[in-house]
Nanobody
Framework: QVQLVESGGGLVQPGGSLRLACVGS????????MGWFRQAPGKEREKISC????????EYADSVKGRFAIWRDNAKNTVYLQMNSLKPEDTARYYC????????????WGQGTQVTVNA
């Protein structure tokens, strides 16, 4: 059974930083792409970042490009999302996802972690 458990969310002031982590279990971690989605109240779910298997190519949504960074530690079955220069519009619930590749990375979902950017 695939499980994804996120951590690292919280309340931060605009311009601040947070680092999210997601630990996976129940699969061969380094054979899968990993990514992050987010969803704010009243808005559609947004794919914000993905990293291919074996720490290959990465992708970012335009809304976070240059501010967020994704990387993975296959030895720890963990994917990270470093979020810098946070803005109020980054406020959302952030979900870790897993799939075969970045074109279809949302086969499995974590429960999510809340990020709130507010002065």
């Amino acid at each position: 059974q695939v499980q994804l458990v996120e951590s690292g969310g919280g309340l931060v002031q605009p311009g601040g930083s947070l680092r999210l982590a997601c630990v996976g279990s129940g699969m061969v971690f380094n054979l899968n792409a990993m990514g992050w989605f987010r969803q704010a109240p009243g808005k559609e779910r947004e794919k914000i970042s993905c990293i291919q298997r074996r720490a290959g190519n990465t992708e970012y949504a335009d809304s976070v490009k240059g501010r967020f960074a994704i990387w993975r530690d296959n030895a720890k079955n963990t994917v990270y999302l470093q979020m810098n220069s946070l803005k109020p519009e980054d406020t959302a619930r952030y979900y870790c996802v897993l799939g075969g590749d970045c074109q279809r990375v949302d086969d499995y979902w974590g429960q999510g972690t809340q990020v709130t950017v507010n002065a």
